[in-house]
């Protein structure tokens, strides 16, 4: 029937190719599988038709339950077939159908059956897929002929029986384990590939008794294992043995280093790239020990085979980032895979080279990459733009040519993140050579001229603003800037009035004729354009809007202090009146929600009793809700609000947590209390706080609950004084005392009669880590050499064992409740020692900046050398004691 | 922790990227759909390479992909970014050479699909559960092409109706060119 059509087709498109499965369908296919229940079967037809099924299945077609069902069982009926062809098509289908445990059993005593056949292929094969849809059950009832397939004459049967041994592993471990007598005779096999089963599932049996494995690797790491697969495994397991080694404590001759260099004269190239890899990645490799290995790679790199100057290309990229000079070897080999046809190679090559490459090479080295550049992908460009800026980093001589090159390919083609990339590469190289900064400046005035990216254009001009004044000649880029308004999309052309203002302000000489410019602006479509200006119309003509120099330089440059979306919610929460909106009243905290809370919040509709809604967390949140409260009113600007703190364990009948609040000379103790329990109501809810571990405080006032039904938190105050300005720290001991009444769950309502009752709650420090706010800044070295260096404390510390550096480092930021800055709070694996920087605002407004150098020895014993600076020499020693006390 | 290498999964597409047989051995690709996405990067980043003469290689999301063309024929193999390439690079060969063995030479699309069942046998003996089962093509051969039913075998050992059975089809397919 179909056929004309096709024919049809055939007609107007010769192209159209012939396929067995043109307008295969999987409801006719279904109907084709009914042969597998005729009483004959005819194993052509019914190969055919599970051919047809798995092509189904491998286009993505997804049968139901119900056919699935179907299927399975008339395919079963094909194992009274005696063709071996048939035979072996319905072990594909029935893996791949992947049947449930139930209808497993229809097939097991065939599969059986199969497992004891005279005919090898039937033993494989029938093992596989019992293995592969058995549960543990009937795993134990065949346990014995596996044991039994594993040592069989035949390897197909033994490999089959030992992969299947490592798949049922991971469900059945137990009994895996008992046959670890029949793997250790597969791993003396004479077939290579039963000798590299037997060793994979063998050492996953033993994987967790380091011993074992250590005496494994010992004995066939002196040569008995014959397949290349199975050599690259001992590989593998002998470099794992060589990190536990060294992990606990053990020093002096690294142990298997002989086997591993003699694995890189093997024959086969697998092996080699597994040892040569296996030794560049030992922890802590000498340049003697790296030797060996980088030259058989280097040998890997002039090879016909594309795969194996991949491998060699991409271990010695590798071998780049820590020890560079041992690769400086390979470096002819690899300029001239610069020109590899296959791109992965050459980017590679090309990442390396810019990694090991010394100040001479530099010039020859761009030349070649210009060549490359133009026909690879965008991703592999920014790899080799992010290359060129370390390197220009590295030697700041270079920076003519690097510029250039850099400057080159700005004006080709590329999208964003590309070009994002070069922007980036010339803002970093400006800002660290400073004999690069004028042409630098040009190339990125340039680009504007023709840039289709809002982005960068804006990020462009902002970095004009700053730069551009300070150099010799300003008046030059003037022009670019002035195109901008004329030619760009609003967002640009106010950012380019704002550089403009900035040149204005900052050179005398051209602040007549920015003038000029801007009063033109004033004219333009849009309103931000517009307004922006007006006022930098007002700021230059210094009309008394704005008083003194110093304010609108500030203005201008100076950084803003507060997060942008604590200054976006204050300003949302300003309500347009007499008042002007105060910048010194938007909160500094870098807010961080807790995840609790956040969960608490959004849980029930208050009960209609309970006091509107409060907003308990967020800094936002919480002044609004203390400045609420008649007798906290008083106790001016808060400074800080600790995260919640729990006072009780999880699941208890009463869940408490307190946030601290602290205040120039009180504490606020705010407990937020949830009722658990549904059959009670808890009134005149109230905390009882024993200060008399924490002397400098003393009770001032205290706010009870009224009500607290079930599962609507509740928050009671507690309020200390303490000397002003002081970061007192105690320890406080809590009670919660309440009025319990039985609640009639089916009516919600509460009995008239309560009983008084307490509640033990943990004890609560105030610690010196409360009284410092995490503000971050942007430039740590700037603002590091601000300080004065006389005020510098430093003390050394140790710290004792700790697991990792990054564990040691999380604990003193932990302790000082500072922001860490830059990154610098990660530690890379395995480093010895690190640098982190943490900033912040100590009681009385006073930044404090700490650099903490970490370093590790060979007994994970850690030290510290902690060095202060803050505006105020006394807030630096009371760093150095919360330190000293922690 | 699990050391033995893996193979992710193994295509054989066509020369326009679609699927003649695959199969993936890990769950880096959950669903069909992500599958074939993960097939057209595969095929459109290669695509322009020239992968007859030798296996090449790329890198790909975490991945190196090793690939052979021949004729519209598109092999790949994929192991995660710490595998050997070169064990990838063997395994595919073996699937290369096996393929090549049990098509007789002619390796195509076309003579692929009309054996598909020897490709589906082929690949489920080189590699079980992402674990190389084997890579010695003869041996894959013998295991897989066992006792296939052999269309060009003499008529005088198939039954009456089997014969009947070929030629009929056989006249059917070449009206069907």
């Known amino acids: ?886 | 922790m699990e050391l033995p290498p893996k193979v992710k999964n193994i295509l054989l597409l066509d020369s326009e990227g679609k699927r003649i047989a695959v199969k993936y051995y890990t769950d880096d690709w959950p669903t069909n759909a992500a599958k074939e996405a993960f097939e057209k990067t595969v095929f459109t980043k290669t695509q322009k390479t020239n992968a007859r003469a030798e296996v090449e290689v790329t890198a790909l999301e975490n991945n190196i992909i090793v690939y052979k063309f021949v004729e519209d024929l598109h092999f790949f193999v994929t192991g995660g970014e710490e595998e050997n390439e070169l064990i990838l690079a063997c395994v595919l060969q073996g699937l290369f050479d096996a393929v090549n063995l049990l098509l007789r030479g002619n390796v195509d699309k076309r003579e692929a699909l009309d054996n598909l069942d020897l490709i589906f046998l082929c690949i489920d003996e080189i590699i079980d559960g992402g674990i190389v089962l084997e890579t010695d093509a003869n041996v894959i051969v013998g295991k897989a092409g066992i006792n296939s039913v052999d269309p060009n075998a003499p008529l005088s050992e198939q039954t009456i109706s089997q014969a009947f059975a070929t030629a009929r089809e056989h006249f059917t397919r070449s009206l069907m060119k």
């Open chain 1, 1 to 886: 029937m179909a056929q004309p059509l096709v024919k049809k087709d055939d007609d107007h498109d010769d192209e159209l190719e012939y396929s067995p499965f043109m307008g295969i369908e999987k409801g006719a296919v279904l109907q084709e599988a009914r042969v597998f229940n005729d009483p004959q079967v005819d194993p052509r037809r019914c190969s055919q038709v599970i051919t047809k099924l798995l092509y189904l299945l491998n286009q993505g077609e997804s049968f139901t339950k119900v056919e699935a069902t179907e299927v399975f069982f008339s395919v079963t009926k094909l194992f009274q077939s005696k063709d071996t062809g048939l035979r072996r098509m319905v072990y594909l289908i029935i893996k791949e159908l992947s049947p449930s445990s139930d209808e497993v059993i229809i097939v097991t005593s065939s599969l059986m059956k199969d497992m004891n056949s005279k005919i090898d292929m039937y033993r494989a094969n029938a093992i596989r897929v019992l293995c592969r849809i058995i549960d543990g059950t009937l795993l134990t009832q065949i346990e014995r002929y596996l044991k039994q397939a594993i040592v069989d004459k035949n390897p197909v049967v033994s490999s089959a029986a030992l992969v299947s041994g490592l798949h049922l592993l991971k469900t059945n471990p137990e009994i895996v384990k008992r046959w670890s007598n029949e793997v250790q005779e597969g791993i003396q096999s004479r077939s290579a590939l039963v000798q590299f089963h037997a060793l994979a599932l063998l050492h996953q049996i033993r994987q967790n008794d380091r011993l074992a494995v250590s005496k494994l690797v010992g004995s066939l790491t002196r040569g008995s294992v014959r397949s290349p697969l199975a050599q690259c495994l001992l590989i593998r397991y002998t470099s794992q043995v060589i990190r536990d080694m060294s992990n606990h404590g053990q020093s002096g001759e690294r142990p298997f280093y002989e086997f591993l260099e003699s694995c890189l004269r093997h024959k086969a190239e697998m092996v080699i790239l597994e040892a040569a890899r296996a030794i560049t990645e030992l922890d802590g490799v000498t340049s003697r020990e790296l030797t060996p290995a980088i030259t058989v790679l280097q040998l890997f790199l002039s090879s016909p085979r594309p795969v194996l100057r991949f491998a060699a290309v991409r271990t010695l990229n590798k071998v780049a980032m820590t020890h560079p000079m041992a690769v400086t070897n390979c470096n002819i080999d690899m300029e001239s895979l610069i020109s590899d046809q296959n791109r992965s190679i050459a980017t590679l090559a090309i990442t390396t080279l810019l990694k090991t490459g010394n100040e001479s090479s530099v010039e020859r080295l761009m030349k070649q990459i210009t060549n490359f550049m133009s026909d690879i992908a965008d991703e592999f460009k920014i790899v080799v733009v992010e290359a060129i800026r370390s390197l220009c980093v590295k030697f700041p001589l270079k920076y003519r040519s690097l510029m250039t090159f850099l400057s080159n390919i700005l004006r080709e083609e590329g999208g964003f993140e590309y070009k994002r990339a070069i922007v980036d590469s010339i803002v970093t190289i400006i800002r660290d050579i400073p004999d690069a900064k004028e042409s630098g400046l040009l190339h990125l005035c340039e680009f504007i001229e023709d840039c289709e990216f809002t982005y960068l254009s804006t990020q462009i001009l902002h970095f004009l603003g700053i730069e551009g004044p300070i150099t010799s000649d300003p008046s030059k880029y003037i022009r670019y800037i002035y195109n901008r308004v004329h030619l760009e999309n609003a967002t640009v052309r106010a950012a380019a009035v704002s550089t403009l203002a900035k040149f204005g302000f900052m050179v005398e000489s051209l602040k007549p004729r920015i003038t000029v410019l801007l009063k033109r602006c004033i004219y333009d479509s849009d309103d931000e354009v517009r307004d922006r200006a007006t006022l930098y119309l007002s700021v230059l003509g210094g009309d008394g809007t704005v008083d003194t120099e110093k304010d609108s330089k500030e203005f201008l440059f100076g950084p803003l202090e507060v997060p942008l979306v604590n200054m976006e919610t204050s300003l949302k929460n300003y309500d347009p009146s007499e008042e002007a909106f105060d910048i010194n009243s938007v909160p500094k905290e870098v807010k961080s929600l807790p995840l609790a809370e956040k969960k608490a919040q959004g849980k029930k509709p208050t009960g209609l009793g309970a006091p509107p809604a409060a907003p308990t967390s967020g800094f936002d949140g919480y002044e609004k809700l203390l400045s609420s409260i008649p007798e906290f009113a008083a106790f001016g600007k808060l400074f800080k609000s600790s995260p919640p703190v729990e006072l009780t364990e999880a699941e208890t009948e009463y869940a408490v947590n307190v946030v601290k609040h602290i205040f120039d000379g009180h504490v606020v103790f705010q407990y937020n209390c949830t009722n658990t329990i549904p059959e009670q109501l808890l009134e005149r809810v109230n905390v009882i706080v024993d200060a008399s571990e924490a002397e400098e405080f003393s009770e001032a006032a205290s706010k009870a609950l009224n009500s607290l039904p079930y599962d609507s938190p509740g928050q009671a105050f507690v309020a200390f004084e303490k000397p002003a300005g002081v970061p007192a720290v105690g320890k406080f001991s809590n009670t919660l005392t309440f009025v319990v009444k039985e609640v009639d769950t089916s009516t919600g309502e509460a009995e008239d009669d309560g009983v008084e009752d307490e509640y033990q709650l943990e004890d609560l420090e105030v610690v010196a880590a409360d009284y410092i706010v995490k503000v971050g800044v942007s430039n740590f070295r700037n603002a590091w050499e601000n300080m004065d260096e006389e005020d510098e404390h430093v003390d050394e510390y140790g710290l004792g064992q700790r697991e990792s550096l990054g564990e040691a480092i999380k604990a003193v930021i932990d302790l000082l409740g500072m922001q860490s800055c830059e990154g610098t709070e990660t530690v890379p694996s395995n480093a010895r020692s690190h640098t982190c920087l943490l900033s912040g605002v100590y009681i009385g407004n006073v930044k404090v900046l700490v650099r903490a150098q970490f370093g590790m020895d060979s007994t994970k014993e850690i030290a510290m050398k902690l060095a202060v600076r803050a505006e105020d020499v006394s807030v630096a020693e009371a760093i150095h004691e919360i330190v000293a006390n922690g």
